[in-house]
Nanobody, 121 residues
Framework: QVQPVESGGGLVQSGDSLSLSCAAS?????MSWFRQAPGKEREFVAG????????DYADSVKGRFTISRDVYRNTVDLQMNSLQPDDTAVYYC?????????????????WGQGTQVTVSS
């Protein structure tokens, strides 16, 4: 499995929590979550380096979202707490082979199909 495969997502209410999971083959340097809301550009949400667990977050989700990796299941999970309507978007998992700490701007060659997250007010 080369392309990341997302799972999770759905419809929740404001303040609720939701977890996303991304499965991919071992070997990527880093994996990240991006999101794209209707009419907006795709934006970086959170990323994690596979080997050392280095993490980075978008300012808009710091303190609410947590990214983690499971080296046994080869998955990267995104725990989203205190969700708000502004978090509504299609969430994509992406993977890169580039060895860089700049996870926001790394060249992500491998992308999942995306999973919808909708937060109602």
């Amino acid at each position: 499995q080369v392309q990341p495969v997302e799972s999770g997502g759905g419809l929740v209410q404001s303040g609720d929590s939701l977890s996303l999971s991304c499965a991919a083959s071992f070997g990527f340097y880093a994996m990240s979550w991006f999101r794209q809301a209707p009419g907006k550009e795709r934006e970086f949400v959170a990323g994690i380096a596979w080997r050392n667990g280095y993490k980075d977050y978008a300012d808009s989700v710091k303190g609410r979202f947590t990214i983690s990796r499971d080296v046994y299941r080869n998955t990267v999970d995104l725990q989203m707490n205190s969700l708000q309507p502004d978090d509504t978007a299609v969430y994509y998992c992406a993977a890169t082979l580039e060895n860089t700490r700049y996870l926001k701007t790394a060249p992500y060659k491998y992308w999942g199909q995306g999973t919808q997250v909708t937060v109602s007010s």
